[in-house]
């Protein structure tokens, strides 16, 4: 009963690289989200999809792009990495909404140099 | 902007204490939820209470809600040291499409 994997846990990259951050569910829910977390603010919202084949920005999305690639599975795709997209990546998936409860991966730990 | 405001930031107890946290927010909201988050690990969904509850109990979890005051706290009866985490309070605002998480309380509960 996996729930929420995302991969990889860690990386580090150096400055203008690209990377693509994997995500998948497996409790059938509509909802995905992605969330960046910083010491001292709390979790960030960069984009999410409501359902499959639908995405939005969310708080902070610069620099980012996302892909429902199906039901199960959310990319996040940093394009060209700057220092300050340094954080701890989250995935999170709910049955329906904002209003349902959120399930979370473990995150990815990305280190830009 | 942040919408939930966790007090306090830091809290230390001794095991068999009870530990009682505190969220504030701006906005109307549909619902206010609670999550843990043990070191290096994702958040885990704790409890949600609706606009319209005042209490919410789950084992040894106690969810107050005032909606006149925007405030919900959380009280740990009984803490263990198993429940070492960061909590942090997110709230459904009325009219915005999002879940917005506080900053968080730091819980440590010594054996």
């Known amino acids: 009963n996996a729930g929420v994997t995302q991969t990889p846990k860690f990386q580090v990259l150096k400055t203008g690289q690209s990377m693509t951050l994997q995500c998948a569910q497996d409790m059938n829910h509509n909802s995905m989200y992605w969330y960046r977390q910083d010491p001292g603010m709390g979790l960030r919202l960069i984009y999410y999809?409501?359902?499959?084949?639908?995405?939005d920005k969310g708080e902070v999305p610069n620099g980012y792009n996302v892909s429902r690639l199906n039901k199960r599975e959310f990319s996040l795709r940093l394009e060209s990495a700057a220092p300050s997209q340094t954080s701890v990546y989250f995935c999170a998936s709910s049955s329906r909404g904002f209003g349902q409860p959120q399930h979370f991966g473990d995150g990815t730990r990305l280190s830009i140099l | 902007s942040q919408q939930g405001e966790e007090d306090p930031q830091a809290l230390s107890i001794q095991e068999g204490e009870n530990a009682t946290m505190n969220c504030s927010y701006k906005t109307s909201i549909n619902n206010l939820q609670w999550y843990r988050q043990n070191s290096g690990r994702g958040l885990v969904h704790l409890i949600l209470i609706r606009s319209n509850e005042r209490e919410k109990h789950s084992g040894r979890l106690r969810v107050t809600l005032d909606t006149s005051k925007k405030s919900s706290s959380l009280l740990i009866t009984a803490s263990r040291a198993a429940d070492t985490a960061s909590y942090f309070c997110?709230?459904?605002?009325?009219?915005?499409?999002?879940?917005?998480f506080g900053t968080g309380t730091r819980l440590q509960v010594f054996p």
């Open positions: 997110a709230t459904d605002p009325f009219d915005t499409d999002k879940l917005i």
């Open positions: 999809s409501a359902s499959e084949g639908t995405t």
